[in-house]
Each structure stands twice: as structure tokens, then as C-alpha cells.
């Protein structure tokens, strides 16, 4: 693996179904993301997480929870899928102690029907 | 609400041209940071300006950062086809959390 990996790549879900999206990076980052992208919205921020162990809630978290386990994997879960849900989601990373750049993963297109 | 918003949503010029979008912001930030997207992709880094940083330069970049107006541009310089892209600014909000909020960027297209 060589930075930040998301899984699936995309994935048809029936309403009401559980989905676990998945985010693993390899560059020992402490904070990590998960944004959805909706057109004409930009990114929106789901969760966030500063270190391993700890989380918090961005702009849009209702309908999904987050955990972080461990330094380098990261999952989002829709418990109850809806069609709002119905979004590319990204995973992103970066390093806190010089609040840099993030680094960002090639995203999940997720529908919900 | 969105931290960041750009300005504007979208933008068509010649190639050779010179493609200023801008980003306004809200809360006092530790950093504000240009990334963009081609169609399909995860988004890249591009540059970064720190707050207390006016200008900053990177190939044919150039980032402005105003403070006291909470504001942001970016100067993409002799634009190229392979500038087509969105553009996103994200800030980084002075507090002690390390969340990064984004915009819904500046659609940039450069006609041959």
C-alpha cells in the first residue's frame, strides 16, 4: 500500500442496507477524514479524527459513525443506508504536528436506491 | 455552513490565459490551503499559505492570503489544457482541533 487506500471503489446499496466504506493510509498520519462530495456542494466533512483513539463530528454526521481503532485504518458506517446517502465519499489524512497538506484518497461513488 | 467559499463556481478561458479564483472564509485560521480535482479523482495538494503569510509562489501558482478580509486567491499563470480542473481552497481553523473544511470549489475550464 502506498498512502491512502479506500474500498470499495463503488457500490450499488438497497435502502436500509448497513455499509461499512473503508480508508487505510500508510503514512503514520494522526488526523484523518471523511468527506462526502455532492454537485454544486463541494466537500462536505463527516467526520474527523485527530488521533488514533478519538473522534468528532464535522458539518454533516448524521446517519453515519466513524472509528479509529488504530493509526492506520479509519471505516465510515452508513447503519441504515438512505438515498441522500448517495454520494462520492473521500478519505483523506495528514500529519498534525505540522498541520500541512492532506492527503486524499481516489474515493467511493456510493448509490443508494 | 462551509468554512470556505470560492468564488466564482465557474470559469472559462483561452489557454495562455491567466484563471484568478478566489476563497472567502469565516473563522481565524492556523493555515488556508489550494488543492484541485480532475474529474473522476481524488483531490491533490497544491500550495499552501500560512496566516501569517501574504503571498506565496509555486511554478505558475500564485496564493494571496488576507487576513483582515478573511480572504484567499489563487493565480493560476499561462494556463495549459491540463489546468482544467476544480479547484478547492480548505482552511485550516485556529483551535485545537485539526479539522479541515472545504469550499465548493471553482470549476476551471481552458479551451485550446
Known amino acids: 500500500i502506498a498512502g491512502i487506500t479506500q474500498a470499495p471503489t463503488s457500490q450499488i446499496l438497497a435502502a436500509g442496507r448497513r455499509m461499512t466504506l473503508r480508508c487505510t493510509q500508510d503514512?503514520?498520519?494522526?488526523?484523518m477524514y471523511w468527506y462526502r462530495q455532492d454537485l454544486g456542494l463541494g466537500l462536505r466533512l463527516i467526520h474527523y479524527?485527530?488521533?488514533?483513539?478519538?473522534?468528532g463530528k464535522g458539518e454533516v454526521p448524521d446517519g453515519y459513525s466513524v472509528s479509529r481503532a488504530n493509526t492506520d485504518d479509519f471505516p465510515l458506517t452508513l447503519a441504515s443506508a438512505v438515498p441522500s446517502q448517495t454520494s462520492v465519499y473521500f478519505c483523506?489524512?495528514?500529519?498534525?504536528?505540522?498541520?500541512?497538506?492532506?492527503?486524499f484518497g481516489q474515493g467511493t461513488r456510493l448509490t443508494v436506491v | 455552513s462551509q468554512q470556505g467559499e470560492e468564488d466564482p463556481q465557474a470559469l472559462s478561458i483561452q489557454e495562455g490565459e491567466n484563471a484568478t479564483m478566489n476563497c472567502s472564509y469565516k473563522?481565524?485560521?492556523?493555515?488556508l490551503q489550494w488543492y484541485r480535482q480532475n474529474s473522476g479523482r481524488g483531490l491533490v495538494h497544491l500550495i499552501l499559505?500560512?496566516?501569517?503569510?501574504r503571498e506565496k509562489h509555486s511554478g505558475r501558482l500564485r496564493v494571496t492570503l488576507d487576513t483582515s478580509k478573511k480572504s484567499s486567491s489563487l493565480l493560476i499563470t499561462a494556463s495549459r489544457a491540463a489546468d482544467t480542473a476544480s479547484y478547492f481552497c480548505?482552511?485550516?481553523?485556529?483551535?485545537?482541533?485539526?479539522?479541515?473544511?472545504f469550499g465548493a470549489g471553482t470549476t476551471v475550464t481552458v479551451r485550446a
Open positions: 503514512m503514520r498520519h494522526n488526523a
Open positions: 483523506a489524512s495528514r500529519t498534525t504536528g505540522e498541520r500541512g497538506e492532506a492527503f
Open positions: 480548505a482552511t485550516d481553523a485556529k483551535s485545537n482541533d485539526y479539522k479541515l473544511s
Open positions: 479524527s485527530n488521533t488514533a483513539g478519538t473522534t
Open positions: 473563522t481565524s485560521i492556523n493555515n
Open positions: 499559505i500560512r496566516s501569517n503569510e
